[in-house]
């Protein structure tokens, strides 16, 4: 059995600014550095078998600080790890964005606007997450990816776990789910975030 430790990265710049980040980028901010590195400390008694993380800049930044005490040099990245693509509304005011406010978008995601939706999300992750299953058979990986690819896993893996948490649920900057991966099964462990 694997387990992955999936965390959101640290919080960025457009966080801060409440813009819409998908495939587009920002810095991480001085906190979000902090906090990375100390859930790097709370973490330390974990041995990682593989570190990924999606190849947006404020993953991989976010895992180099979590395992900056280990081997920050091993952190390997992954496009399909990428946050949801937000097409033409990259860089927008969330407010403008209605990410879970709108049933639409809910259902058939950025399609219209040139980015994706959940099904396209779910299939890439699924993809790297089985074949990094593959590479290290057993024990523990650290994932850092995005929120929207943390609630598509909890959509689909738990079901009506979103619904019950009502319509502005997100995911923290720095929330860890725990999923394992047995006899090709995904399922949840835990949620804290």
Known sequence: ?????????????????HLMQGWCDS?????????????GKRLQNIKFEG?????????????????????PND???CDELKEINFGIMEGENEF????AKQQHHREYGWVDEG??????????????LKE???????????????????MSLLDDLKSGYMEAQGP??????????????????FKIIKVNG
């Open 168 to 185: 502005g649920f997100h995911i923290n900057n720095l929330a860890i789910m725990k999923i394992s991966y047995e006899a090709e099964q």
């Open 132 to 150: 990094i299953a593959e590479k290290h058979q057993n024990g523990n990986v650290l994932i850092v990816t995005h929120g929207v690819v943390m």
């Open 27 to 39: 810095p991480l901010t001085n906190q979000a550095i902090e906090n990375a590195r100390a859930l």
């Open 115 to 128: 980015g994706e939706n959940m099904d396209m999300i779910r299939a890439r992750v699924y993809r790297i």
């Open 51 to 71: 570190v990924y993380t999606s190849s947006s800049e404020r993953a991989w930044r976010s895992a180099k600080y979590i395992m900056e005490d280990r081997h």
């Open 96 to 99: 403008v964005g209605r990410i």
């Open 75 to 77: 952190v390997q990245l």
């Open 1 to 17: 059995m694997i387990t992955f430790y999936i965390v959101r990265h640290g919080e960025t710049l457009f966080n801060q600014k």
